[in-house]
Each structure stands twice: as structure tokens, then as C-alpha cells.
């Protein structure tokens, strides 16, 4: 079994030199190098390296690395929350307990990380997809006052 450092360097050089769309693809790409993981391994690899996905120019999306200059455009020009929040930012919407945030395709999961570092109060638990996020409030939270600290997170006005 290869260790921890080999694989991450193994991820860095596969996300750095290939289009690489999705963790299935990954995973592939990695056993056969050898890494034989499962899909919360790799997830929480990613998570560790900040490699995100975006716009790959042809329609689709591809995994970068923080170093790579498409990553800086995206994320270095100001906070990420901020580039994220103003241009993938949609609505709010609550139903019960639960609140859903649209975004543009492609920009929740980025949003969510985001939500999930500032460690919002009334924040249970919240789910990415690719344009949805479903933020689980705690029972009797003010939707107000979160509304109030989503603003914050968001960084926008609305």
C-alpha cells in the first residue's frame, strides 16, 4: 500500500496534466497508478489540497489545483466567498427547517465549503449539489437572523 504522501502527490500530478471531470474519473486514474482508495478518501484528499472544479472552457467542468492560474482567476482575485457569492449567488428560499439556496450551475459545492467554514449558528448541516444547497437549520431558528448572517457569509445584499 503506498502512503498518504505519495498519493497526494499522485492526485497533484493527474488534476496538474489531465482533465479530470469528476472523482470517478480520479479513482480510475489512480488505480491504476496504484492508489487503490475509496470515494470519502479521495473526497477528503481533495478537501485537504483546495482543489476545486471549474470551467474547463469546453462546457464542462475539470478539478484544478490552488496553484494553477485558472484556480487565481477564479479564487485569488478576492476571497473566494466573495468571487463566488456575487457571480453564483441566485436566491433563498425556506420551507420548515430547511433552507435552499440556489446558485449558477456549478458554483454550490464551492458556496457550501464556504458556509461551512464560517460555522453559522444556526446551520445544522448543508448539502451541494451542482446549483442547490440545502442548509438543515437547528429547530426554531429565526429565519431572519439567518438571513442576516448569510448576507455576511454571502457577502451580498439581498
Known amino acids: 500500500m503506498k502512503n498518504k504522501s505519495n498519493r497526494l502527490h499522485a492526485i497533484r500530478m493527474i488534476v496538474q496534466n489531465e482533465r479530470v471531470a469528476n472523482q470517478d474519473e480520479l479513482l480510475e486514474k489512480l488505480r491504476v497508478a496504484g492508489f487503490d482508495i ?3 478518501t479521495l473526497s ?7 482543489v ?4 474547463d472552457g469546453e462546457g464542462g467542468h475539470a478539478y ?4 494553477d ?18 457571480s453564483g449567488y441566485l436566491s433563498l428560499q425556506f420551507s420548515g427547517n430547511i433552507a435552499v ?15 461551512d467554514e464560517h460555522k453559522m449558528p444556526s446551520v445544522l448541516a448543508t448539502v ?10 437547528k429547530e426554531g431558528a429565526d429565519r431572519s437572523e439567518f438571513r442576516r448572517e448569510i448576507t455576511t457569509v454571502l457577502s451580498v445584499d439581498r
Open 38 to 40: 475509496t470515494q470519502a
Open 44 to 50: 477528503r484528499d481533495l478537501k485537504q489540497m483546495k
Open 52 to 55: 476545486v472544479k471549474a470551467p
Open 64 to 67: 484544478v489545483l490552488p496553484t
Open 69 to 86: 492560474s485558472l484556480y487565481e482567476r477564479i479564487y485569488k482575485a478576492q476571497a473566494a466567498y466573495e468571487k463566488q457569492m456575487h
Open 101 to 115: 439556496l440556489k446558485t449558477r450551475p456549478g458554483y454550490a459545492s464551492g458556496i457550501a465549503y464556504e458556509i
Open 128 to 137: 451541494a449539489g451542482d446549483d442547490t444547497i440545502l442548509l438543515v437549520l
